[in-house]
């Protein structure tokens, strides 16, 4: 059985940094692009960054660029997220989800087979 276990939200307070964390179990993450989504409430969910099994990043949106990166280590089958710099703006429940090649890059959401259980980040200002 596949999961992913998300972990390292919470609140912070503008200009603050966090880790997300995900964790997956059941499938050999070497083999699987990850990307991170989040959706803020009343919005439709929007990519962040994805990482592919090749560790090559690609970056859904250019406003995100510096501030967010993404890792993997394959030996703690765990993807992390380092967000700097946050906003109110980035207030959100973020995901992250795992597709296996071949896909459009940067994937599309609906090309990603699991998902995590989603971990809210709050930015207070």
């Known amino acids: 059985q596949v999961q992913l276990v998300q972990s390292g939200g919470g609140l912070v307070q503008a200009g603050g940094s966090l880790r997300l964390s995900c964790a997956a179990s059941?499938?050999?993450?070497?083999?699987?692009?990850i990307g991170w989504f989040r959706q803020a409430p009343g919005k439709e969910r929007e990519g962040v960054v994805c990482?592919?099994?090749?560790?090559?990043?690609?970056h859904y949106s250019d406003s995100l660029k510096g501030r967010f990166t993404i890792s993997r280590d394959n030996a703690k089958s765990t993807v992390y997220l380092q967000m700097n710099s946050l906003t109110s703006e980035d207030t959100a429940v973020y995901y992250c989800?795992?597709?296996?090649?071949?896909?459009?890059?940067?994937?599309?959401?609906?090309?990603?087979?699991?998902w995590g259980q989603g971990t809210q980040v709050t930015v207070s200002s």
């Open positions: 059941g499938l050999r993450l070497s083999l699987y692009a």
């Open positions: 989800a795992a597709t296996e090649p071949p896909y459009s890059n940067p994937p599309l959401p609906k090309e990603f087979d699991y």
């Open positions: 990482i592919s099994e090749l560790n090559t990043t690609s």
